[in-house]
Nanobody
C-alpha cells in the first residue's frame, strides 16, 4: 500500500490550493480515505474523510464550508480542495487509509498560508 500526497505550497490568506493523494497497492475503491494535518508540537488532527464510493464526506468544524474532499476511483486519487485559506490552516497534510487492521499514511505535503 502506498499513498503519495502532492499539491502543497505557499499561498496567501484567502487563497486556494488543491491537494492530491495517489494510491496504489490495494483495491482503492473499497476503502474510505481521510485527510489529516499536523503542526509542530501538536497531534495529527482529522480534517476530512470520504467513504469508499465517495457518496459521503465528513469535515472538521474548522474547515466546513471551505474545504471539499472528493475522489476518483477510476484513477485511484483523492483530492482536498481548500478555499479561503487561513494562516491557521498551515500544516503538513497527510492522507490515510485503513486496510484491514493496518493504517497507512502518506509522507505528507506542506501547506503554508502566509502573506
Amino acid at each position: 500500500v502506498q499513498l503519495v500526497e502532492s499539491g502543497g505550497g505557499l499561498v496567501q490568506p484567502g487563497g486556494s490550493l488543491r491537494l492530491s493523494c495517489t494510491a496504489s497497492g490495494f483495491t482503492f475503491s473499497g476503502y474510505a480515505v481521510s485527510w489529516y494535518r499536523q503542526t509542530p508540537g501538536k497531534e495529527r488532527e482529522l480534517v476530512a474523510a470520504i467513504t469508499s464510493g465517495g457518496g459521503s464526506t465528513n469535515y472538521a468544524d474548522s474547515v466546513k464550508g471551505r474545504f471539499t474532499m472528493s475522489r476518483d476511483n477510476a484513477n485511484n486519487m483523492v483530492y482536498l480542495q481548500m478555499n479561503s485559506l487561513k494562516p491557521a490552516d498551515t500544516a503538513v497534510y497527510y492522507c490515510k487509509t485503513n486496510v484491514g487492521a493496518l493504517r497507512y499514511w502518506g509522507q505528507g505535503t506542506q501547506v503554508t498560508v502566509s502573506s
